[in-house]
């Protein structure tokens, strides 16, 4: 029930992957304005950034082609590249802070 | 002391749950639902009307229609012989599974073989939302240029079908055809791609069959 009573956010961790098609820096000045000066004012926003993992069956190896890149083929042999992960976008957990008391640190 | 809430929810973990009821309520009607993204001008409503003329007869459609403004697509489609429901946004630049379900309450539409929603023009916010659908489709008119889908990757990665649009004005501009598709394939390599002129009629045919082939597999 503690997590109903009245309490201060002070951090959220979120995690980003790099085909979400969420632009951490952009995301950080919207996490800015909405806390602005509010009750959860200085809230610290995390981001854990996910990359994906490119890998070609063909030539049974990961084929990383660079931040964020949405290339689907294997620029080595053509064939179509296995992606696993790197569309997360999931808030992981958040951090309180009860009423009245400080944050630490 | 401070205390920590595991949460581990995807953000759009409210949209995908109103999508996932609204794809078992189009399964249970099977009603074979696309969600039409392109960017504005490049004929996703003209598409819709070259298909409501091609269709007629053979399979029942209705449009659902998401703009910032104006009824002006949903008359254009009513007036093609489609019911059809506009949503306005207002501003915002795509539609969410919720408006989907509240459009479909408010329209009270009868039990129709194909659903096209099509989508706010922008090629890029939309692409993020499932509205239910069973596929996207992503329209460029050969008016936009050739860099396209490696500018905006995500839908075409994402879309099951490019359409190609306009492709009577090609003569008249610039747009690499070929690059374009291989681009498409490059960023999803099961993608299927179609060439259409709504204004001659080009591709129209090929798109209403795989619409019908795929109405009739889910039916099935």
Known sequence: ?105 | MSFTVDVRRRALAANDAEAEQLRRRFAGERTLVTNLISSPGSGKTTLLEATARRLAGRATAAVIEGDVATELDAERLRAAGLPAYQILTGGACHLDARQIGKALTAAAFPRVDLLFIENVGNLICPTTYDLGEDFKVALLSVAEGSDKPFKYPAIFARAEVTVVTKVDLLPHVRFDLPAVERQVLSLNPSATLLRTSSATGEGIDAWCDLLLERAARKRA
């Open chain 1, 1 to 105: 029930m503690r997590a109903h009573a009245p309490a201060r956010l002070a951090r959220a961790k979120v995690a980003v992957g790099e085909l979400s098609a969420v632009e951490p820096d952009l995301l950080s000045f919207a996490w800015e304005a909405i806390v602005g000066e509010g009750p959860d004012q200085g809230a610290a926003l995390e981001i854990d950034w996910r990359p994906g993992r490119q890998y070609c069956p063909t030539c049974r190896a990961d084929k990383r082609q660079g931040e964020g890149s949405w290339m689907r083929i294997c620029l080595d042999c053509g064939a179509p590249l296995q992606i696993e992960g790197g569309t997360e976008l999931d808030v992981i957990e958040i951090e309180l802070v009860p009423a009245g008391e400080e944050n630490p640190g």
